[in-house]
């Protein structure tokens, strides 16, 4: 197990779901970084599909690879001193496809692979803002398009599962909110940009868990209560809208979120009193784009004296430089097991409740 963080010189694929991407980082710093997003092949099917993710992971890969290599100036594999790949959570189809590309191009440069949790590299993310120049250990809330997670992350990003969602993930209400007020893909940025437009005291939404005791959340009875709310209105002609339903619908969704968090700040945070007490909240995943959700969290850490470090945005989606990032603190995989790495759909952290740089 390794404590404080390399500073190789990584390139990481990332392939989990609907984006391939691939970057190149020395310690922290981007010199390498592509994104391709697959969004718009899947927008007419209503949601990823897994079979097309895949065959499009297969057509992409090589590009942006070669694409974020030369970006990095490196002109041969054997340069770098490592290879990251993410083996999951996500698509099995779609991980094999990155997972299969790194493992050849290691065994064909003799540059040591490490596999990252994709987890991992979201909580990593928050590492990746110059200015911010956070280290472990934080608290850290992950709220993406499949989970929505309350962490503890130490000084070796061990992280400890503290909370998780009950139901759907904040991201998948997000979605299937945009859906049911009839939005395109994808949904998230969609249903917020409506929202900023309406006004969220028209058709208020309560917000689920806020009174329980530990840090879970639960989103599907908001999703239901939209639902409602769009079907009454069809019937009753009421007179609010889109724009107002989809306020009303963010803000709730955003107080489900700052409700966990409150209560993990007053337990963990900096004046908790609690051994391992910590004194800053990483937001990140592809929730922490979220206007209102970055704005709100700034302020209650500020209520706990806390600091907030939101991911960068362009890091807050699924993308291959917190891969990179993740991969530094994580020890080279010995070649016989990089041979017979294999891609997962379900994080150990949910089995473990904790999950380790190995
Ligand atoms: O982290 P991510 O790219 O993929 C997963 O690992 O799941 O997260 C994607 C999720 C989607 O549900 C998307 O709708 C949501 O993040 N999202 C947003 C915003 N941008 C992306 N949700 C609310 N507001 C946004 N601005
Ligand atoms: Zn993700």
Redesign the pocket.
């Given at each position: 197990m390794t404590g404080a963080p390399h500073n190789r010189l990584v390139l990481a694929i990332e392939s989990?779901?609907d984006?391939t991407a691939a970057a190149v980082l020395r310690g922290r710093e981007v010199l390498g970084d592509v994104i391709a997003s697959q969004a718009e092949l899947h927008e007419r099917f209503g949601g990823v599909v897994p079979e097309i993710a895949s065959r499009r992971h297969l057509e992409l890969l090589d590009v942006v690879v070669r694409e974020a290599l030369d970006q990095a100036g490196i002109t041969d594999l054997t340069e770098l001193d490592a290879i990251a790949v993410t083996r999951g959570p996500?698509l099995v189809g779609a991980l094999l496809v990155g997972v299969a590309g790194a493992k050849a191009r290691s065994w064909a440069s003799g540059v040591p692979l490490i596999a990252v949790d994709?987890l991992m590299g979201?909580v990593a993310s928050a590492l990746l803002d110059p200015e911010a120049a956070l280290e472990p250990p934080f608290l850290c809330l992950l709220?993406?398009?499949?989970?929505t997670l309350v962490l503890d992350v130490d000084a070796g990003l061990r992280v400890t599962l503290l909370g998780s969602t009950r139901d759907d993930?904040?991201?998948?209400a997000?979605?299937k909110g945009?859906r049911l007020l009839g939005l395109q893909m994808?949904?998230?940025?969609n249903?917020?940009?409506l929202a900023a437009t309406g006004d969220p005291g028209v058709v208020r939404f309560t917000p689920a868990m806020v009174h329980h005791e530990g840090f879970d959340t639960s989103f599907s009875g908001l999703k239901t209560a939209l639902s409602v709310a769009v079907r009454e209105r069809a019937v009753r002609g009421e007179g609010f809208s889109d724009a107002d339903l989809a306020a009303g619908y963010?803000v709730a969704?955003v107080a489900t979120l700052t409700g966990a968090v409150r209560k993990l700040l007053k337990a963990r945070g900096a004046g908790s009193g609690h051994p391992d007490a910590r004194t800053t909240l990483a937001v990140v995943?592809?929730?922490a784009?979220?206007?209102r959700?970055r704005a709100e969290m700034t302020q209650i850490s500020e209520q706990f004296g806390m600091r907030t470090v939101a991911t960068p945005l362009r890091w807050?989606?699924?993308n291959a430089a917190m891969i990179a990032a993740a991969a530094q603190f994580y020890p080279e995989q010995a070649p016989d097991i990089a041979r017979s790495l294999d891609a997962y759909a379900t994080s150990p952290l949910f089995s473990h409740r904790e999950l380790v740089p190995n």
């Open positions: 989990s779901c984006e996500g994709h979201h709220a993406s398009g499949g989970h993930a904040a991201g998948e997000f979605d945009a994808p949904g998230g940025p249903l917020a940009a963010e969704i995943g592809g929730v784009a979220n206007t959700l807050c989606g699924d």
